[in-house]
């Protein structure tokens, strides 16, 4: 089975843009959960998406929001985005309590 | 408030030791525990999971000592490689519905394993 699939692997955005994320999860896993990974907060839970529908909500401001479509896939988008907002963003899908984690989105805002 | 707390944030182990790593949490709801590795450039990987009702797990070189009525769970690393040189990170999350869904981080351990 391929793995977690991340799109872009890189990007590059002003203070001020927003962003669009895209994950694609292992074929057959339903749940598909967005981390923060930055060095000084680790990896913090974003959201976690179900059957289209978010089930979980990590402490992220209302500019982080994602979706899930009928296949599974997800996307995550950042609005008015925060040098803060730097960070790679890790996408996983789970089959039960195990997650499978994609290779991230390097993000950088300048 | 830091809800699993690791330590330590570095290790340096020659090739064949042994890498003690801990982790204590605080929420008792939590569940499943599980280990994960990193290396750079890459997302983490599933090392090795455990769930309370044992306290000990063991899958090759790795191991899970898990201690309920401490709060407390390590990761030993038997006969330490160079290739296992990377980050670590410890996790929990809650079993109930939806829950199993959303880790915990500890703020992991960067293992260097010296030849």
């Known amino acids: 089975k391929a793995g977690v699939t991340q799109t872009p692997r890189y990007l590059i955005k002003t203070r001020g843009q927003q962003v669009t994320l895209s994950c694609s999860p292992i074929?057959?896993?339903?749940?598909v959960s967005w981390y923060q990974q930055t060095p000084g907060q680790g990896l913090q839970f974003l959201f976690e998406?179900?059957?289209?529908?978010?089930?979980n909500k990590g402490n992220f401001p209302g500019r982080f929001s994602g979706r899930q479509f009928s296949n599974s896939r997800s996307e995550m988008n950042v609005s008015t985005l925060e040098l803060g907002d730097s960070a790679l963003y890790l996408c996983?899908?789970?089959?039960?309590?195990?997650?499978?984690f994609g290779p991230g989105t390097r993000l950088l805002v300048l | 408030q830091q809800q699993v707390k690791q330590s330590p944030q570095s290790l340096i182990v020659q090739k064949g030791g042994i890498s003690i790593i801990n982790c204590a949490y605080e929420?008792?709801?939590?569940?499943?525990f599980p280990w994960y590795q990193q290396f750079p450039g890459k997302g983490p990987a599933l090392l090795i999971a455990?769930?309370?009702?044992?306290s000990e797990k063991k899958e090759g070189r790795f191991t899970i000592s898990f201690n309920k009525s401490a709060k407390q769970f390590s990761l030993h690393i038997m006969d330490s490689q160079p290739g296992d040189s990377a980050t670590y990170f410890c996790a929990a999350s809650k079993g109930s519905g939806g829950s199993n869904y959303k880790l915990t981080f500890g703020k992991g351990t960067l293992l260097t394993v010296n030849p």
């Open positions: 929420n008792t709801a939590f569940d499943y």
């Open positions: 996983a899908s789970s089959f039960g309590a195990t997650q499978y």
């Open positions: 455990i769930r309370p009702d044992v």
């Open positions: 998406y179900f059957s289209e529908t978010q089930r």
């Open positions: 074929s057959g896993h339903r749940s």
